[in-house]
């Protein structure tokens, strides 16, 4: 799940929906783009899988859903590359659209390395686990892992150390905002991961859903904004009578599509626990937090 596609203003917000892109773009001379051919509503035209560096082999940023299309996208992306083929890959987190091409990608060039940070106590075999800090290197470009949790709790973003750009994952989209997921989010780690990326020079990000973004430090600076804004408007429903989540979420998002909603919710609940965890709001229910009433503290 990558995002609900919300903006910050009160007029229509751009969305993922409709958006369009080539299966194949050069964003630089180190990045070519591959994409994993699975659009929908949340990722857009569909997962950005990124060829770094600009020797014979190149790493593989991430893999798709593993829908069948995607194998020729990523020849063509390596012939336009001028590559030969892939030197290990580099997975930015655990979610379906990122690793479900592993195995075919694995299956049409080998046993390649496969490196990501690792949560304790989840299965390792075939991985190799990398930690914050920790560089992967290739012909042309050194990538640095920035470990970046709170949209999933193995979430890495990378550093193109040479150009300096980032490499974002679903921190940060091309097209709209990051849905913080009930389950393995959390608001709080995913803001001070935010900040921790503007303490970057991130220069351009690369994002794994929709368009480059030139400008890195304004994009993060909006998107915390964004998120202020959200905690003041939902902060701002709350009063004495409990309201379901749903009742909250369309007073708020009034500016994009109501399909849109049911993941718009999974983000309006992780304000809320945020600001229970801070004695703002209140919940009564025991089913889930995402099924309780809200009301203020």
Not at 44 to 71: A, F, H, M, S
Not at 86 to 114: K, M, N, Y
Request: charged share 20%; hydrophobic share 40%; glycine share 10%.
């Amino acid at each position: 799940m990558s995002g609900d596609s919300s903006g910050a203003s009160s007029a229509a917000s751009p969305t993922m929906i409709g958006l369009t892109q080539p299966e194949v773009s050069v964003w630089s001379e180190r990045v070519t783009v591959a994409l994993g051919m699975n659009p929908g509503l949340f990722s857009g035209p569909g997962t950005n899988t990124y060829l770094v560096g600009n020797g014979p082999r190149r790493i593989l940023v991430d893999t798709g859903q593993g829908k069948p299309e995607y194998l020729p996208v990523l020849e063509h992306a390596l012939a336009r590359a001028g590559a030969e083929g892939l030197q290990e890959i580099v997975l930015t987190h655990a979610h379906v659209d990122h690793i479900g091409g592993l195995a075919d990608v694995q299956s049409r060039f080998g046993p390649l390395r496969v490196s990501k940070l690792v949560l304790p106590g989840a299965a390792t075999a075939g991985v190799t686990a990398i930690a914050d800090g920790q560089r992967i290197e290739t012909d042309g470009a050194t990538l640095r892992a920035i470990f970046t949790p709170g949209h999933a709790p193995d979430h890495l973003c990378f550093s193109l150390e040479q150009e300096p750009a980032l490499f974002s994952g679903d921190n940060v989209l091309g097209v709209g905002t990051t849905v913080i997921p009930l389950e393995g989010g959390d608001l709080q780690l995913y803001l001070d991961s935010l900040e921790r990326l503007l303490t970057e020079p991130p220069g351009r990000i690369y994002p794994a859903h929709g368009p480059c973004i030139p400008d890195g430090r304004a994009k993060l600076r909006e998107y915390l904004a964004h998120r202020r804004q959200r905690e003041a408007q939902i902060l701002a429903t709350l009063g004495p009578n409990p309201s379901l989540v749903s009742e909250i979420v369309r007073r708020v998002y009034t500016d994009i599509p109501a399909v849109l909603h049911a993941a718009a919710a999974h983000s309006v609940t992780a304000h809320l626990l945020k600001l229970e965890r801070e004695g703002l709001a209140h919940r009564e229910g025991a089913a889930s937090a995402l099924a309780d009433r809200w009301s203020a503290a």
